[in-house]
């Protein structure tokens, strides 16, 4: 349901852990918005929702969230991952349960009698090598599942997944990774997750077809759980939300994300549409690039950070539906080291925060080796519409002081695999980063240290100095199991700090996900972005007619 391409779950996009986000069916919040009609019990004969672009793969070993989206009815996890009260809970799927018998050793018990939708029966061996597949070096979520080393068919119905070190979060990473069988995918090495080969899951759908314009699902005659309502899905390309809007007027389509928050109420204004919107662990950040002219200068790291106007853009892009972020992550990402949500909010308010100021931005740039300003060209998704008003603020901002900024809108494709690479330098606008680990091991640690320098690896700002380096093994996936949880919060509190006087990152908001459903249509809770990466959100949609 969420349109944003955006998901980098950290552990990272290759990093390891968890950068991304998740949930069951009742993880999105409390009851539905006011005046959304009644659910009622029927069927749902056809049911089509907008995506902006093609996935590029259906196998569903991904990062991306509008993938996910649509994945995760076919191929379905091991478990679902929920958001309640700011801390990761999990809860049964595919697996009965799961038993973490030692910190590097995961046994989950499957299931019995689950078939796929071929009529073929799930075995621990499918599962085995549904997650051998994510951890593989070329997949998309390798860099989630760093320190992975072997997931084996240890009984007939049970799986061990086994990790080089003491894992905070190996559970959570885990548990989100797609089924697949395993015959199937084997034998289309070269084509799987195309319209040639699509893959063969377990949850409730199956694919039907895949064109340039549609992705139709079917109902699994074979699922083992609880149908949903809606019989038949089909997942419609539309690239832009007012053609997007065009379509749900004409009953074209009957639920959409929106990417553009500001334009909810154009959404709510479509006759008997509903928006739902719910808070998730979303970062949105600028990075400049500490190893390079002119970003290696603190001085224009700060006339940078002084010269933007994070509250007008809060209130022009987002309608109300987002946050400003004090720091590199939510608050929420730090549950797992804080020694209580008052205290770590109490450290939050200490750090220092960067409003508009254009004179302490001219100060600050005098003070650097270029007082008479410089150029730098700033890429952004083009389909971001905050990311579009931060640089146009920032470029009228910095303009009177000799900076010539010039924006550079990309596809979001274009901009994650140039990001990811680790090519992009000076300036970069990191839109929805998030994760499903409530933990700074989860998506944190990925924005600092040598290590994360490198391609598949977040840290665009590469910012490491002494402290980073003394501190990051307590958040690092690899070795935070080692420390005591008041030891790792001391080290995230140093890092955190250190980041806000050192500037690699300014951290900027966090936004809600947010979506509509047209007149005759309800969701029976308001679905998180964690529905939406587990399936879940399906579960929770309702004719009322």
Request: charged share 15%; net charge neutral; proline share 7%.
């Amino acid at each position: 349901m969420h349109q944003r391409i955006r998901r980098i779950r950290l552990a990272l996009p290759a990093a390891a852990a968890s950068l991304v986000l998740l949930t069951t069916a009742c993880t999105g919040g409390s009851g539905t918005p006011a005046g959304a009609a009644p659910a009622t019990e029927s069927d749902i004969p056809s049911f089509t929702y907008a995506i902006p672009a093609m996935p590029t793969s259906l196998t569903g070993i991904t990062t991306k969230v509008q993938t996910q989206l649509i994945t995760s009815l076919v191929t379905e996890p091991l478990e679902r991952v929920s958001l309640n009260e700011g801390t990761a809970q999990l809860q049964p799927n595919l697996a009965t349960s799961a038993r973490q018998v030692d910190p590097q050793t995961l046994v989950y018990t499957l299931r019995s009698g689950v078939k796929f939708s071929d009529g073929t029966p799930l075995t621990a061996d499918d599962v085995a090598w549904s997650i051998k597949a994510a951890a593989a070096k070329t997949a998309e979520t390798a860099g989630n599942m760093a320190g992975f080393a072997g997931a084996t068919a240890s009984g007939p119905g049970e799986v061990t997944v086994k990790w080089a070190f003491p894992s905070v979060n190996m559970r959570e990473t885990v548990s989100e990774l797609p089924v697949l069988e395993a015959a199937f995918a084997t034998a289309h090495p070269d084509d799987l997750g195309t319209s040639a080969a699509l893959p063969v899951g377990s949850g409730p759908y199956a694919y039907q077809s895949q064109t340039s314009q549609d992705i139709s699902l079917k109902p699994n005659p074979n699922y083992w759980g609880t149908r949903p309502k809606a019989q038949n899905v089909k997942f419609t390309v539309i690239a832009d939300g007012a053609s997007a809007q065009l379509a749900m007027r004409s009953d074209s389509i009957q639920g959409s994300g929106i990417a553009d928050l500001k334009t909810t109420t154009q959404w709510q204004g479509i006759n008997g549409t509903t928006v739902y919107t719910a808070q998730n662990l979303v970062s949105d950040l600028l990075s400049m690039d500490t190893s390079k002219p002119p970003f290696n200068d603190l001085h224009v790291r700060q006339a940078v950070a002084y010269s933007i106007d994070r509250k007008g853009i809060l209130a022009a892009a987002f309608g109300g539906n987002a946050e400003q972020l004090q720091t590199l992550v939510p608050i929420e990402e730090l549950a797992g080291v804080m020694p209580s949500q008052a205290e770590a909010q109490q450290f939050l308010d200490s750090l220092p925060q960067y409003e508009l100021d254009p004179a302490k931005a001219k100060a600050q740039l005098a003070q650097s080796a270029y007082p008479n300003g410089f150029s730098v060209t700033v890429p952004y998704i083009n389909g971001s519409n905050w990311s579009r008003l931060l640089v146009l603020n920032l470029q009228q901002n910095m303009k009177p002081l000799g900076v010539t900024i010039t924006p550079q809108p990309v596809p979001a494709g274009q901009w994650f695999q140039t990001f990811f690479s680790h090519q992009a330098t000076g300036l970069q606008v990191l839109s929805g980063f998030s994760t499903t680990t409530t933990d700074p091991a989860g998506l944190l640690f990925g924005f600092v240290g040598a290590a994360n320098m490198k391609p598949n690896l977040p840290n665009s700002a590469n910012f490491t100095n002494d402290v980073i380096e003394k501190n990051y093994p307590a958040i690092a996936p690899a070795t935070a199991g080692t420390y005591s949880k008041a030891d790792r919060w001391a080290a995230t509190k140093a890092i955190l700090t250190d980041v806000a006087h050192q500037l690699p990152y300014i951290p900027l908001f966090s936004e809600k996900t947010a979506y509509a459903l047209a007149k005759g249509y309800t969701f029976t809770q308001n679905p998180s972005l964690f529905d939406t990466l587990s399936g879940a959100w399906i579960d929770l949609l309702r004719s009322t007619t």
